[in-house]
């Protein structure tokens, strides 16, 4: 089964397509995307600031991710079973949308710099004050944190919009190879 | 006021945006981010003011520390929300999520920078927490109300 063929089936299934045709809970499954997303987005681009010692400084690193970060951390969980949902929604699309690709490959870069930041910097500045401004390892992890973030919800935003969709064509040869469009000759 | 907003629609900024395909989904995502912003600013107070999250720092530390943030966010919420407006401008008039928008807009801002604010920095003292915890949930209440009407407006 290719990918393809998954997204297919998947679209073909009750649940995608009652979610598909239902406006309400379209729009209100988006709407608990966009307030997760101030709970997450938000508190994470606080705690990346105050990686970076542009905000805070008195307030130690340590009590940003002990009391902040796991209300980030269930915000995001709704982010991602909303965002999950939202798919279902529309798989197919999903699946061939250059900002969804774009939107999922720096969701994988974002976790492996969290991942970098928890196991490998994190623990070797425990010993440290862990006030005033952070070690320089602590300030790049946090620069990229959020200019990931940012980058992420940008895509996201741009999800909505169809200029790259496989079903408009003529698209340029390099655009149907990153959204794996075939397109069919009769479209044109 | 009808004829307010159809001047509003008239403006070349409205007309610019409205002719282009990139504008108005770019400067939506920068209205996003702002948003964010925003929100981080505001629940780093409320969460404190709940009693949970930074809740060991004192409350009139934490707004003041956010509050340039908060400024911040907030113009580019403006400097991008005005421009999404103006090209729109008629189709938020018939709108009724950009009304409960702009009331709760209001109505969170003015609460900010009076109640808001007086209770953070003079601290919801031990003996007084539920000062605290319901200046919160009020806040989170409006600026719940100013996203929802937000991203319903987009539905309409």
């Keep these: 089964m290719t990918p393809l063929d998954f997204f297919t089936w998947l679209s073909q299934t009750p649940w995608s397509v009652d979610l598909h045709e239902s406006e309400i809970a379209y729009s209100i499954i988006e709407s608990v995307h966009v307030w997760t997303l101030c709970l997450f987005f938000g508190l994470m681009m606080m705690v990346d600031l105050r990686l970076l010692g542009w905000t805070m400084r008195a307030v130690p690193v340590s009590e940003f991710v002990d009391r902040l970060l796991p209300w980030a951390i269930a915000g995001f969980v709704i982010m991602v079973i909303s ?10 699309r999903s699946y061939q949308n250059l900002f969804f ?4 490959i720096l969701l994988v870069v974002a976790g492996l710099n969290a991942w970098m930041f928890h196991y490998r910097i994190y623990p070797k500045i425990a010993g440290w004050g862990a006030d005033g401004v952070p070690p320089k390892a602590v300030r790049v992890a946090g620069g990229l944190s959020l200019v990931m973030w940012i980058a992420i919800v940008f895509c996201g935003r741009m999800i909505a919009y169809n200029w790259f969709d496989c079903d408009r064509q003529p698209q340029p040869a390099i655009i149907n ?11 044109y | 006021m009808l004829s307010f907003f159809q001047w509003c629609y008239d403006t070349s900024i409205g007309e610019t945006i409205r002719e282009s395909t990139w ?11 702002g948003l964010g912003l925003t929100a981080g600013a505001v629940l780093i107070v409320d969460l404190r003011l709940l009693g949970v999250g930074l809740s060991r720092q004192p409350a009139a530390q934490l707004s003041a520390a956010v509050e340039p943030w908060l400024l911040g966010s907030l113009s580019l919420m403006f400097a991008s929300g005005i421009p999404l407006f103006l090209s729109e401008a008629v189709k938020c008039y018939y709108s009724y999520a950009f009304w409960v928008k702009m009331a709760s807009l209001v109505l969170a801002l003015a609460f900010a920078f009076t109640v ?14 539920l000062q605290g915890r319901l200046t919160a949930l009020i806040s989170l209440a409006l600026w719940f109300g100013v996203a929802w009407g937000g991203r319903w407006i987009g539905f309409s």
């Excluded at chain 1, 965002?83 to 197919?92: D, N, S, Y």
């Excluded at chain 1, 690709?101 to 999922?104: D, T, Y």
């Excluded at chain 2, 504008?23 to 981010?33: G, K, M, N, Q, Y």
């Excluded at chain 2, 808001?116 to 927490?129: K, L, N, W």
């Design chain 2, 116 to 129: 808001r604010r007086h209770v953070a920095r003079t601290g919801p003292a031990a003996d007084r927490p």
């Design chain 1, 101 to 104: 690709r774009g939107k999922m």
């Design chain 1, 177 to 187: 190879f990153l959204t794996s469009c075939v397109p069919t000759p009769s479209v």
């Design chain 2, 23 to 33: 504008l108005f989904p770019l400067i939506e995502a920068f209205h996003l981010v």
């Design chain 1, 83 to 92: 965002g999950t949902l939202l798919v279902l929604a529309i798989p197919l």
